[in-house]
C-alpha cells in the first residue's frame, strides 16, 4: 500500500512542477502576444490620424560628388594705353572723322521708395494659435513616423504576436494533458481555455496571404494598411465601416478570445491547488 501512495505522491510532484513551468510560459506568452497586438493597434490608429509620413523621400545615390575643376579665364594680353591712343589717332586721320566726344555720364536712376510694411492685425477678433495648440502641433509633429518604420514595425509585430499565439495554444494544450494525466483537476476550465486559444489562433491567421480572395485574418500586411486598398472609405460610410471591422473589429475578438483564456487558466490553477488542498 505504501508504495502506491509513494508513486502517487511523486506522480503529483512532478505533475505540479511540470504546471509551474508552463504556469510561467503561459503568462509570458499571454503579454508578449498582448503587447504585439497592442503596436497592431497603435499603427492603425495613427495612421488613420495622419501620423505616419507616406511622401517618396528622394534616395540619395551612394556615388561621391565629383568637384567641378576650376575653370581658369584665359589670359588676354593688352597693348599699353599709349600705343593704343597712337593707333586710334591714324585711324581717325585716315578715315576723317571727328574726334568721338567723350560720353556723357549715365543719369542717376531714382531708387524706388520702400514699401510700407503690412498692416497688423490688431483686432480682438482674429485668431490666435493658444500655447496648448502649438504644443499639441510640435507633439505631433515628434510623434509622426515614416512609412518605412511603419511597415517595419508592422512586420515584426506580425511575428511575434503569430509566434506568440502558436506557443500559447501548445502550452495551454500541454497544460491540459498534465492534468489529465497527472488528475490534477480543473479539467473543465482547461479544456475551454485551450479552445479559446485554439479560436484565437485561427482568426489571428492571416488568411489573406494562404487563401487569398476566400477569408482574411485579424494580422494586416503593411500593404493592406499603408496602400490604397482602402481609399474608399474616405468617400463612401459603407467602406468606412467594413474598414473598422477588418482592423478592429476583428482585432477585439482576437483580444477577447485571449482574455477569457488566460482568466480559464487561472481558474483551472485555483480549481487544481484546491483539489490538491493547497487553497481554499
Not at 591714324?90 to 503690412?118: I, N, R, S
Request: glycine share 4%.
Amino acid at each position: 500500500m505504501e508504495p502506491n501512495v509513494t508513486q502517487e505522491m511523486i506522480d503529483t510532484t512532478d505533475s505540479l512542477e511540470a504546471v509551474s513551468v508552463m504556469k510561467g510560459m503561459k503568462n509570458f506568452l499571454f503579454w508578449v502576444l498582448l503587447a504585439a497586438l497592442a503596436v497592431l493597434q497603435i499603427i492603425f490608429w495613427m495612421n488613420r490620424g495622419g501620423l505616419i509620413d507616406k511622401t517618396p523621400q528622394a534616395v540619395q545615390s551612394a556615388e561621391p560628388a565629383v568637384s567641378a575643376a576650376p575653370q581658369t579665364s584665359p589670359i588676354v594680353m593688352l597693348a599699353a594705353p599709349s600705343v593704343i591712343a597712337e593707333q586710334v589717332e591714324q585711324v581717325v586721320q585716315k578715315v576723317g572723322l571727328p574726334e568721338e566726344a567723350p560720353a556723357a555720364e549715365p543719369m542717376p536712376t531714382p531708387t524706388p521708395a520702400p514699401e510700407p510694411p503690412a498692416p497688423v492685425d490688431l483686432s480682438p477678433d482674429a485668431p490666435k494659435p493658444t500655447v496648448i495648440e502649438t504644443l499639441k502641433d510640435k507633439e505631433m509633429e515628434f510623434l509622426k513616423i515614416s512609412s518605412v518604420i511603419a511597415r517595419r514595425l508592422i512586420r515584426a509585430a506580425n511575428f511575434v504576436a503569430f509566434m506568440a499565439a502558436v506557443l500559447y495554444c501548445l502550452t495551454l494544450l500541454m497544460n491540459l494533458k498534465i492534468s489529465l494525466t497527472g488528475k490534477l483537476g480543473g479539467i473543465n476550465h482547461i479544456a475551454r481555455a485551450f479552445f479559446y486559444s485554439l479560436f484565437l489562433l485561427v482568426i489571428l491567421t492571416p488568411w489573406q496571404t494562404l487563401l487569398p480572395g476566400v477569408v482574411i485574418g485579424a494580422i494586416y500586411l503593411p500593404a493592406e494598411l499603408l496602400g490604397d486598398a482602402w481609399s474608399k472609405a474616405a468617400t463612401s460610410g459603407f467602406w468606412k465601416t467594413l474598414l473598422y471591422l477588418r482592423f478592429t473589429g476583428l482585432w477585439l475578438v482576437v483580444v477577447w478570445l485571449l482574455i477569457r483564456a488566460q482568466m480559464r487558466s487561472i481558474k483551472w490553477a485555483r480549481a487544481m491547488l484546491r483539489r490538491l488542498g493547497m487553497a481554499r
